[in-house]
T-cell receptor, first 116, second 113 residues
Framework: AQSVTQPDIHITVSEGASLELRCNYS??????LFWYVQSPGQGLQLLLK??????LVQGIKGFEAEFKRSQSSFNLRKPSVHWSDAAEYFC??????????????FGKGTHLIIQP | DGGITQSPKYLFRKEGQNVTLSCEQN?????MYWYRQDPGQGLRLIYY???????QKGDIAEGYSVSREKKESFPLTVTSAQKNPTAFYLC????????????FGPGTRLTVT
């Protein structure tokens, strides 16, 4: 079975500074990888996804992520954070079984705090 | 506007009662999912359905039941057998071809006392 680890429960970053959120996955084949963001009491919004091809993927709100097969990682980055980026971030892995999409396996999330 | 709706936003029940959470989508997606979210636990898969009249158990299906009679709807029933039902419940949907990314509804917070 697949699994996802987000090693950092909380991260504090100054506004305007760069950001990197870590994600490691465990799966025997190449997985489908996602980053989602969640504001308090809300649903999840997809930031970006990786399926194949270019290992550096661009997403919404200025985020990007890099898939590194050798490290089983899919870290999320942003060059300059804004106060509105404060939220919970989830990394997720998906697999395709029997021609259909099964559910995603999520990490436990990283809570991002932005300080002025 | 295309999207996923969940109702109600907040739900309160007494222990021992069954309760049904609604999830509707107008994205024309074949697949639908239910997740449970607890503080510090991320999201865990309860049930999912890839086509009408078919569904599969996820990682934490005990104490829950679902139905999929229409493509647009995937209601979740939290039964009295669920030992710790208080949680935030999220519904999602996706296509079964191409990208597979899941789109989420706004969630229902269930409190059982």
């Amino acid at each position: 079975a697949q699994s996802v680890t987000q090693p950092d429960i909380h991260i504090t970053v100054s506004e305007g500074a760069s950001l990197e959120l870590r994600c490691n996955y465990s799966y025997g084949a190449t997985p489908y990888l996602f980053w989602y963001v969640q504001s308090p009491g809300q649903g999840l919004q997809l930031l970006l996804k990786y399926f194949s091809g270019d290992t550096l993927v661009q997403g919404i709100k200025g985020f990007e992520a890099e898939f590194k097969r050798s490290q089983s990682s899919f870290n999320l980055r942003k060059p300059s954070v804004h106060w509105s980026d404060a939220a919970e971030y989830f990394c997720a892995v998906g697999v395709i079984v029997g021609g259909g999409a099964d559910g995603l396996t999520f990490g436990k999330g990283t809570h991002l705090i932005i300080q002025p | 506007d295309g999207g996923i709706t969940q109702s109600p936003k907040y739900l309160f029940r007494k222990e021992g009662q069954n309760v049904t959470l609604s999830c509707e989508q107008n994205l024309n997606h074949d697949a639908m999912y239910w997740y449970r979210q607890d503080p510090g636990q991320g999201l865990r898969l309860i049930y999912y359905s890839q086509i009408v009249n078919d569904f599969q158990k996820g990682d934490i299906a005990e104490g829950y039941s679902v139905s999929r009679e229409k493509k647009e709807s995937f209601p979740l029933t939290v039964t009295s057998a669920q030992k710790n039902p208080t949680a935030f419940y999220l519904c999602a949907s996706s296509t079964r071809t191409g990208a597979y990314e899941q789109y989420f509804g706004p969630g229902t917070r269930l409190t059982v006392t």
